[in-house]
Each structure stands twice: as C-alpha cells, then as structure tokens.
C-alpha cells in the first residue's frame, strides 16, 4: 500500500476507535505481531476497538482501503494463527486485537453465555462460579488467558472429558462477499432488528429480553454428541481434532476466516462433589487398559484424565514455578494484567537483554519455595508416567477397586490441596517450555511443538523416538488429555538442528499412526491446511481478506484465481 493510502486509512482507523488505540510503529505493535511460541511478521497498525460498532467500522475502513485483516483475542496460540507471518500480505496487513471487547451476556439464569470476541474463560468461569456453572474449558490446557470465541474459532478442546471440542452453531458474523461486501450475518438465535451497527450496539449493551431470545433447540451450542463419540474405542479415528468435519461449522473451525462478533454456548453445571486420584505406572499399557475399561464399562465418563510423563514434570517444576505461584496466589482474573506487563518490559528491556523478564523470574523462582506436594515428589521418583484422574464421588468406589486390580501400587486419592496443586503443576507445563528456551538459548535452537490426536484405538500412545531423532533434542515434554487420546507434544530441539525438518519427519510418523494434527490449535503457519478444510476456509471467506495465507494456503484475493 502506497505511503498516502496507508495515513488514510490510520486516520479512519483512529476516527473509528480514538487516536490511543491504533498503535503503529515496531516497538508499539510488537507484542501483537509475535506469536506465543512462534511466528511474527509485519503490520500496517494494531487496532484496539472498545465496542462491536466500532470493531464493525475498523473493519468497513480496512475492506474499503483493500488490506488484509488479521483477528486477534489474547495471543496465545501456539501454530502462530493469529500473528503475521513475514510481511507479503495484499495491501500490507492490519491487525484487529479484540481484548477490550471483554464483554459477556448470561442467557437463563446461566444455562448459556453469549461472549463477545475478547471474553476470556478467566472472565466467563468468575461469572459462572456464585451460579453453580462451569464454562466448556477452565484455565486452559496448553496456554493460559485463552479467549472464549478463540476456542471455538480453533475447535479447542479441553480438560473436561465430557465436553469435547468447543462448539456452537449460534453466532453473530461478519462474512466478506467475493466483491468484497460485508454483510453482518445474525445466526445468534436473538432478535436484535436488522440494521448492522444497531444490531451491534444493542448486543454490546445487553439491550434485549428473553423474548427476544429464541431457544434454537435445534441448534447445539455444545457438542451433544462427544459423550457417546469419545466411548468408540476401536475406531481408527481420532476424537477430535482441528479439521474434523464434525465441529466445521460458520464460526467453529473458522479460524479468523469470519469477523466473530459473538458466539452463544451451553455451560455446565460444576461437579463439586468429586474425587482425584493421583496415579503413576512405569508401564503405558497399564494406564491403556484403564482408559479403555473406564471408557467402555462406566455408566458416568470420568470428569478429567491428565497425563504428564515425568520429563514434562520436572520441566514444569524448574521452569513453571514462579507462574503456579502467580495463579496459586493471585487467581487467573489477574493473570492477562501481568502479561501485559510482562510484554510491556520485554519491550523496553529487550533491545538490551533479550527475554529479560523470563531471566528475572527464573532466578527469583528458587526464592519461591517448594511448590509441590511430599506426595507427588515421591510418585515423580517412583514412576515415568503419571495420570491426574478426576471422577464423579458416585464412582469413587469403583474407581479405586478398578485401579487396585491394575495399579495395585500406583496411585492414592488426592487431598482437594493436592488435587489443585497437581492441576496447576500440568496446566503451567506448556509455558515452562517456552521459559526454557527463553533462558537457555546457547543449548536451545527452538521448540516445536506438535498437538496431536491419536486414534481412539491406538494402544501405542507413549511416544520413543528413534535414536536418529533423540540425539537432536535436549529435552521433550509430553502431557495431554488421556481419555480423548490428544497429546501435546513439546520438543526442546538441541542448537544447530534444523527444526523445521525435524518436525517434518515427526509428521512423517505421525502419518503413519494415523494421528491428525493440529488436534486444539488452528493450522497456523505450521501446518499445510488439508484439502476439506482449505475448502472450508475458501466457503468462509472468498475473498480471501481475512487471515491471508492460513494453514500455508494462498494469500492472493480470490485464493489467485486472478493470476
């Protein structure tokens, strides 16, 4: 985009949502531009909206000066799906981040939510706790301050065995037309008129009543049919994943192919009355027999099942320390402040110390004190494997005498101290890996990071990589949800080696098992799109405006049929 077209558009941009929130320049838009754990490329201006009509107007003066728009909750993805990725986008690339836009609207008396494009879990489960309720996911399986609409739009699945990949069919859009008409598409299942921005404002405002609210029995705003689905032990396909043509529908799966402005949920009655089982085994096929027993034999599926092999154990507890204290003693609710301002140091202290604030805190964390149970040290010395089980009080009894016949000397019931402590010890797990390669990059070339759906009937679950790819990592992480066989596998990758080619004859075994990947996070810049789900991305938007090049497809308007 030539010079005077860009200051137009940032002068638009700023009559939209006021001059503060359209960040330009490298050092202001840094943040945004760089994923997680990868990608990062350029951008035109960040642009902050505070309400849905202005989100609506920000993208009106993106579609009329013909730039490429990339959505963007809280930055935590792991693929890079929703950062740039290098700077080669149609008209340059503008970045919407939606974080202001945290507000939700609770439908009756609980039962369902409608959040709006920067709702976090944080957020939603403190309104849902004083009802007795529970949203899809809580605190997160591989990042923490995940959003709301960013589960859905990835098919982001969970802890929480019974609710399956986040799903809706209600949700308020915006879809570009192939001649590049924005038409904002109401599937929300509330009446709210006809006219976009008062559509937009009365939704921001909460301004309507439940006669207004049709009840789309017809229309899940879950995924009904897991609880049977997770159950088929011996089909060769994976429960979930990224790409299932189950769970690809409008907003599901969509991946920054549609301008979200809302989606409508279920949530969940909380299982307070339960019971946590601690368990280790040196042996995969002892926890194998568990999960299928439990997944055929049991009336009730088991609340949550998290697996962590005892690498991604001590991992979590050398690197991970200081953030089990932070939410340990400050909650979650605090947590999107501190990366802030995390961020905001790492701007200002990094063109002298690079990962300045992850050095800091890992030498503070010996300060912090041992975080961990007596009890979980001694089952991490014992055994390799190690499975967190969650289950109902009702079948406490038979859990304990299923887990007498296999793992006789394997586990204990978790005080409800232990059992939160060994949660928060997975859940931190996936960000310790980052603070490692932070703090050790003379040893440490990258990470890769595979999330990976292993067929329901796999029985060789427990990964042992050959020797010719050992000897090119340092060290792996392997942790994930057992009960739906999704794994997420962390490669800390030795300095010197190419990592891009040593994921790629990872994907070649993977291919082999009859895994699918990505199985929680969007394809990003990481993956090549499959051909159904490149065609779905293709329905959504074809115009191909909005997050360019998703999945390694074509960035070109029109997907390049111009060309």
């Known amino acids: 985009m030539d010079y005077p077209a860009t200051e137009r558009l940032i002068v638009d941009l700023r009559k939209a949502v006021g001059a503060r929130h359209v960040l330009t320049g490298s050092r202001r838009t840094a943040r945004f531009r760089r994923g997680y754990r990868t990608g990062g490329g350029a951008a035109l201006a960040v642009v902050r909206p505070a309400t849905l009509v202005e989100l609506w107007r ?79 996911s809580v605190i997160g399986s591989s990042c923490l301050g995940a959003s709301v609409v960013g589960g859905v739009c990835n098919n982001s699945g969970g802890s929480l065995i019974r609710r399956g990949p986040a799903y809706t069919e209600l949700a308020l859009f915006g879809r570009l037309d192939d001649d590049g008409t924005l038409r904002l598409v109401n599937h929300l299942g509330i009446d709210l008129g006809d006219d976009p921005e008062a559509i937009l404002s009365r939704l921001d405002r909460g301004d309507f009543t439940a006669a207004d609210v049709d009840p789309a029995a017809d229309k899940p705003a879950h995924d009904h049919r897991y609880v049977d689905h997770v159950r088929d032990i011996d089909s060769d396909v994976p429960a979930r994943f990224n790409a299932d043509p189950r769970c690809l529908f409008e907003a599901a799966g ?9 989606v409508r949920l279920d949530t969940f009655a909380r ?49 991970g320390r200081d953030s089990f204290r932070a939410i340990e003693r400050l909650g979650t609710d605090r947590l999107p402040a501190l990366f802030a301002a995390k961020a905001w140091i790492d ?24 975080h961990l149970p007596t009890r979980m040290r001694v089952w991490r ?71 990976v759906a292993l067929p329901r009937n796999a029985r060789d679950w427990a990964e042992e990589l050959p020797p010719e790819l050992a000897t090119q990592v340092v060290d ?88």
């Not at 490429?68 to 080669?88: E, R, W």
């Not at 969509?254 to 809302?262: D, N, P, T």
């Not at 405006?545 to 029109?558: D, F």
């Open 381 to 451: 010395d014992r055994f390799e494997h190690h499975l967190l089980l969650k289950m109902p009080m009702a079948d406490r009894d038979a859990t304990a005498t299923l887990l007498d016949t296999l793992l006789p000397d394997g586990w204990f019931e978790c005080t409800a101290g232990e059992a939160d402590k060994a949660f928060l010890h997975r859940f931190v797990a996936a960000g310790a890996a980052v603070r490692y390669r932070a703090v050790q990059r003379r040893t440490v070339e990258d990470i890769v990071a595979l999330d």
């Open 254 to 262: 969509s991946a920054g192919k549609l301008i979200v402005f809302a």
């Open 476 to 563: 792996t992480l392997y942790y994930g949800h057992f009960f739906c066989h999704v794994f997420h596998r962390d490669y800390i990758v030795r300095k010197g080696v190419d990592p891009l080619a040593f994921e790629h004859a990872l994907w070649r075994r993977l291919d082999a098992a009859g895994a699918q990947y990505p199985a929680e996070h969007n394809v990003g810049h990481l993956y090549p799109a499959k051909p159904a789900l490149a065609d779905f991305y293709r329905t959504l938007d074809p115009r191909n405006q909005l997050n360019p090049g998703i999945g390694q497809t074509p960035r070109a308007r029109g997907w390049g049929r111009e060309a």
């Open 271 to 319: 299982e307070d009355d339960s019971v946590t089982f601690y368990i280790g085994t040196d042996d995969p096929d002892r926890l194998t027999e568990l999960r299928r027993t439990m997944l055929r034999d049991f009336a009730a599926l088991p609340i949550a099942g998290e697996y962590m092999h005892r690498g991604a154990f001590d991992i979590a507890d050398l690197y």
């Open 347 to 370: 701007g200002v202290a990094g063109r002298v110390v690079a990962n300045f604030s992850d050095r800091v805190l890992q030498r503070l964390a010996p300060l912090m004190g041992d």
């Open 58 to 136: 920000v993208v009106q003066a993106c579609v009329a000066a013909d730039v490429s728009i990339l959505m963007q909750a809280s930055n935590t993805g792991l693929t890079g799906g929703s950062t740039p990725d290098g700077d080669d986008y149609p008209g340059g690339l503008v970045i919407v981040s939606t974080t202001r836009l945290d507000r939700l609207h609770l439908l009756g008396g609980g039962e369902q939510v409608v959040c709006l494009p920067g709702t976090t879990l944080y957020r939603l489960e403190a309104a849902l706790r004083p009802l007795g309720r529970e949203p899809h």
